[in-house]
């Protein structure tokens, strides 16, 4: 089971609230990078997505990186995946597992400053993401240098059946029931989310980009056009937040948690923010 919760930021922008949120007009909100540290009662510590490494968001390529210095993307080296880690009193040797959503860029730009972990991946997304020639790649916001050289410590898992079609459909990762991973695709093709079981009943899951905002799933406010741009195939998108939308209606005492999230990192602005603790 795990037992404690935490999510950070590593680095932020600032976006006009339409990309975020349908009808949002220009006045600016928060856009965080955020990476997740959950605490297992047997395994320690395990990662959900890496967001920026030291060198931050220099990864990007000089196209992205320019279009986000002029969005105003902020970025400290205290802030990378790494001193976050120990800001929690951890060793980043300590992680031995790190779950990714998806592999965009603003969640793989850490991978590489981890020790040695097991970086778990949906086997459609490692699939698709490996094969990007680097123009593709950074057209569709992926990095190959973050992850190429990582090969023999990805291990790719079968995603299982997307949650619009089958609501039951899960991934055990483990066998103590304690994670689950749901295919959530539309954003990127292989993308997926972690239900994690917590001590006292509790469940959280972590739904990466299939929302920007949680609202979307729990005020069912629309897309903003930040999909129109970024998904791999928007009606898949919808889809799988429709289905989310289903879910939260239907378990309210599930705690949602993503990547992008801006109302919780106003929370999250001075340090990481305990959410189960
Ligand atoms: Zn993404």
């Known amino acids: 089971m795990f037992d404690k919760l935490w999510t950070f930021h590593c680095g932020y922008m600032r976006v006009p609230r339409g990309f975020i949120l349908d009808g949002g007009g220009f ?24 967001p920026f490494g030291h060198e931050g968001p220099s990864s990007l390529g000089r196209v992205v990186a320019g279009v986000l210095e002029t969005l105003g993307l902020e970025f400290r080296a205290e802030w990378a995946v790494v001193p976050r880690i120990e800001a929690l009193g951890f060793r980043p040797s300590e992680i031995d597992h790190v779950f990714m959503t998806h592999l965009h860029v603003d969640h793989t730009g850490g991978m590489k400053s981890l020790a040695e972990p097991t970086f778990h991946v949906s086997r459609e997304e490692w699939a698709y993401a ?57 954003h990127t093709s ?59 209606d239907d378990h309210p005492e599930t705690m949602l948690i ?13 340090g990481p923010l305990a959410l189960i603790e």
């Open 27 to 50: 006045e600016r909100i928060l856009l965080p990078f955020m990476g997740t540290l959950a605490h297992h009662t047997e395994r320690g510590p395990v990662l959900f997505d890496a």
């Open 130 to 186: 490996r094969q990007l020639g680097s123009i593709r790649a950074a057209a569709e916001g992926y990095t190959p240098d973050d992850y190429r050289s990582l090969e023999e410590r990805i291990e790719p898992f079968e995603a299982p059946d997307p949650l619009a079609d089958d609501a039951e459909a899960r991934h055990e990762i483990w066998d103590d029931g304690s994670l689950r991973a749901i295919g959530l695709p539309g």
């Open 190 to 248: 292989g993308h997926v989310g972690y239900e994690l079981q917590f001590e006292g009943d509790r469940t959280v899951w972590h739904v990466g980009d299939a929302a920007f905002a949680l609202t979307q799933i729990t005020e069912r406010d629309d897309f903003g056009y930040q999909p129109e741009m970024f998904a791999h195939d928007l009606s898949t998108a919808e889809r799988t937040l429709e289905a989310l939308r289903r879910y939260a």
């Open 258 to 270: 993503n990547a992008h999230d801006h109302e919780r990192a106003e929370r999250a602005m001075d």
